[in-house]
């Protein structure tokens, strides 16, 4: 008998502190930093974002969608033999966040590792936690996508700073007799490190270079459209599928410009793509889980449907994951 992985639970969490566009917008003029909400939400479709507080970390975040994933999932921690965090913002840079989240779950034993691919992180890291299910090397995994990206923005850029947000989400994953994550489809340019990337590092007890997120915003949006496109044409084609075979798609939310183009593209309305980047903005790894959530939540997206999730971001990386929930 063949052996798949199912998603059984999801959860999420967002920090508390949440800024408008007119707040944001606000605290950067104190700073000299000219910015507005009608230039965010035209240009991106960005209302609203989470900021974390000073001292709260990556696996802070993590920790609560993980709990929540697996209240929905009917799992105790203990029951867990795998955990993948994907973030680009871990706590510190080792050991992992996925070690330090599950110390805070109170667990011990079973592999912990980060996936770093930016804003795909969680296509990645979910197509890790597949592979590890169906050759028996896990059968209940957490894979989470947490991020601080408060951290790591330059507020005096203002073509930067207003696009992302904090926040965390989460998926249990469990061996299943059927599909579960119907197909993958992953990949990377490594020539286009330089469109977006947070260059500094720490050498001999200093950070050397720009430890602040940089990007060539219009060079990223044109790799962006095309390669979503692709993505998602390649994993329908090895799964055997069509576009009309698709209930929701979850893009990676960096800009409703990106998803309607995508959409556009594969021929779905916009009432079949999950759009959050309004309230959460760019949240980079946890954008999809955190979408994926909340749909759930809602009640939008029902167990029995097929979705679409799909990720772009820096190194350059790109993928998409079908799943049948
Ligand atoms: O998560 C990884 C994926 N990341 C992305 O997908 C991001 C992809 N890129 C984008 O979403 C868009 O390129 C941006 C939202 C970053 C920028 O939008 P754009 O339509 O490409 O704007 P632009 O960079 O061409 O800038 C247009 C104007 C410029 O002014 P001038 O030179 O025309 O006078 C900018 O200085 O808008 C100005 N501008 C701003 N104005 C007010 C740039 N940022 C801001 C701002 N507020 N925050």
Redesign the pocket.
Known sequence: MSRYSRITGTGSYLPPRRLTNADLATELASQGV???DD??VD??GIRARHFADPGVCCSDLGVEAARNALQAAGRQASEIDLIIVATSTPDMVFPSAACILQNKLGVAGCPAFDVQA??SGFVYALTVADAMIKTGAATKALVIGAEVFSRILDFTD??TC??FGDGAGAVVLEASDTPGIVATDLHADGKHVGI?CVPGHVSGGQVLGNPLLQ?D??A??KL?VGVLEDAARAVLAKAGRTEADIDWLIP?Q??IR?MQSTARKLKLPMDKVIVTVDQHG?T?AASIPLALDSAVRSGRIQKGDTLMLEG???GFTWGAVLVDL
Do not use: D, K, P, Y
Request: glycine residues 10%; contains cysteine; hydrophobic residues 45%.
């Open positions: 000219e910015t507005s230039w965010i240009r991106t930016v804003c203002r073509t207003v696009l977006l990007m915003g219009q990223v949006f962006a990676h960096a800009n990106i760019n980079s772009v971001g820096g």
